[in-house]
């Protein structure tokens, strides 16, 4: 049961000028499943992306990253689920090559104009002539309004389908940004992945687009965790196709610039919290704010130290307001001359813990009433500094267990 | 259900001599049941101990550093559950000061000669007027074949009370190692400790103890994990009584010092063990074997995101052979310069993995076999280096969600 969380409404996916999307069922894995998507790119869009930080990277994060390294531009985004050619060796990263042939030969463009990606079982053979077979009825699909069909077409283990969008006005014109997203933790049967993709018709330097995609990472993918795993396939991709029609954004520090990364941002924003929201088994959405950390960096630790404990995440869970748990993952995320004796905790508005302790106004009652939302800000002021932090979780359900300790089969 | 873990026979438990231990009921939380345990000390002994790295450390870890850093030799060491005296700011460490001075008023000693421990619910006062009137029958209990029945009375959350022993010969005299542990987790109704207690009647330098419980820890109980998580009053104490009566070890490197070195790494070993074989909810042991690692310490990165995963846990749970989650853990355990094509994974006896990717000749029916025992060994070669490490740890289960998402009542 996602919380709070809804199929997108096809009609708020706003078209991206420049950007045609195309379904079809390769059965990758099995028959009968729309697992292979397409994004078509119009000459001269900008793409830019940020990969996962495991260094057991799969096959086609590889591949994408030599394409995105190379002179031409990217034409065409091909994603397959079912399979995520990772821990494959040699042999995947010649088979991820060879879709990527096989997509360019269609579409008459040069495989480096084609950024690949798999998600799915992993240490599995990728099965490149289904996808081979399956690719000309996705080029047929292909057209600008299929947002919410591709969000479909990308799930594994989400329960619902993850898209957003949003247009700005620029110099007068109207600018689009749509995305759509699926989910991290790990998938029956297998590894999953979290998969972003997010494109925009503004017109903007080409050179800034890929600090604008970290940005927008670092305020949203890279915000979110469900269980600290962190898969093998992660990607989040900005597509830039700059076409519409306002005068080139040369600065995001600009107005026009700013407007962008504001959308962006809150596009990718709304699709990584989605992903948690769909957690697996999650009944709530926690959000772990930090503030007055000496710096960001000691505010993050302690946010994730928070959001990764199996014991608070259970305790919200139970909705229990077992608050001493909180408190310990503050003690053990490695602030070394933490000084105890000066935390604030508070959950929501309730003000729970003082000077390190239990705050003499509280009540249970208080906490409890709190717990019990599927909803809950968690605050943490460490009186530090100036900086602070946010980072979003969901809890650790009885079914988080269930769907991954489910057999493949 | 304890895997493979029965309770300690109390003829396997040898006596320590300078080492009485008496039990009572002191009601601290609940009447009618063994909270309350002393263990009495002859004149001489030498006491060290490692405790928490959690920055949130409760307030009778503070008093044990305190008084450890005091001039007067340990006397005596007293032991509480039901009340953690964690988060309980200057109070609570008045209070545990204050069951200092009532236990050493008792035994004509001085406060500082006391070392306090607490372990049950955090963030509540702690009732020294209880533990005041429960000490007079804890101390007329005190005898030196109390062993069993200090482990005992020291549990909370764990199923199986924990204690083991063993003699070793050096310079024909007999010497003994015997302690006594408590879980790790978190105990319902709210935060529990690990606490390991372990004594030894050998001749030592008592500039070397300090060293020798650094040792066994880092052997032993810093090898371990449940959960992750780690709380405020965990603490491990070794003790020396130097009453065997041959010549006073002053190496640890000595033929002399190895035997006791091993001894007391074996005992501390077993009493860490036992902890993860009652872990919550556990159905299986796991040991994570890093081999071929830089340095010891990425050895320990790796070792600790595999045992830490929750997904890697689930799948044990399961018996499912879902090798890739193994991989990706070693893949984010923090190694940035980390060569996946040269991983290794073996599960037991079989060949998982080999250059990062499956081992031609692996069978899933293999992989199965190995899963579905209780006591699994997991190895991975890095093959950067010769360092290597151990780490032990259990699976995840329905009932570590059950234990600790049930509300404290």
């Not at 297998?190 to 080409?206: K, Q, S």
Request: glycine share 10%.
């Amino acid at each position: 049961m996602p919380v709070n969380l809804l199929p997108p409404d096809p009609v708020d996916l706003h078209a991206v000028a420049g950007v045609r999307l195309g379904v079809a069922q390769a059965g990758v894995r099995k028959p009968g499943r729309d697992d292979l998507v397409l994004l078509s790119l119009v000459p001269g869009s900008t793409v830019a992306g940020v990969f996962t930080r495991n260094r057991f990277c799969a096959a086609p994060v590889q591949v994408c990253r030599d394409h995105l390294g190379a002179a031409e531009g990217i034409r065409a985004l091909m994603i397959n689920t079912g399979n995520a050619n990772a821990g494959t060796g040699a042999d995947g990263l010649g088979r991820a090559r060879r879709t990527c042939s096989v997509l360019a030969a269609l579409m008459k463009i040069a495989p480096q104009q084609v950024l690949p990606f798999s998600t799915g079982v992993i240490m599995e053979t990728l099965p490149v002539d289904r996808i081979e077979a399956g690719l000309p009825a996705a080029i047929a699909d292909l057209r600008p309004d299929h947002w919410a069909r591709a969000a479909r077409g990308i799930m594994t283990t989400d329960t619902v389908p993850k898209a957003a969008s949003c247009q700005v006005q620029i110099a007068g014109r109207t600018v689009t940004v749509t995305g759509i997203s699926k989910g991290a933790g790990m998938i029956r049967p297998n590894m999953a992945t979290m998969l972003g993709f997010v494109a925009t018709d503004a017109a903007i330097e080409p050179g800034l687009v890929q600090a604008l995609v970290r940005e927008a990472a670092d305020a949203s993918f890279n915000r979110i965790t469900i269980d600290g795993d962190t898969s093998t396939n992660d990607s989040f991709i900005l597509i830039a196709t700059h076409q519409a029609g306002h005068p080139v954004i040369t600065s995001l520090d600009s107005a026009d610039g700013q407007a962008l990364r504001n959308a962006v941002i809150d596009v990718s924003r709304r699709l990584a919290q989605a992903i948690v929201r769909d957690g697996e088994g999650a009944t709530k959405f926690i959000t772990v704010r930090v503030e007055g950390g000496a710096n960001e960096e000691e505010c993050r630790r302690v946010a994730y130290a928070i959001a990764h404990s199996p014991l608070v995440k259970t305790a919200f869970f139970a909705s229990d307001p077992n608050l001493g748990r909180i408190l310990a993952a503050v003690g053990y995320a490695g602030i070394d001359d933490l000084d105890q004796t000066l935390i604030d905790l508070y959950l929501d508005d309730v003000h729970v813990a003082h000077q390190g302790g239990r705050h003499p106004a509280y009540q249970e009652a208080d906490g409890q009433r709190v717990m019990k939302r599927s909803e809950i800000i968690v605050r943490v002021l460490l009186h530090r500094g100036g900086a602070s932090t946010t980072v979003w979780t969901c809890d650790l359900s009885h079914d988080y267990v269930s769907i991954n300790a489910d057999y493949r089969s």
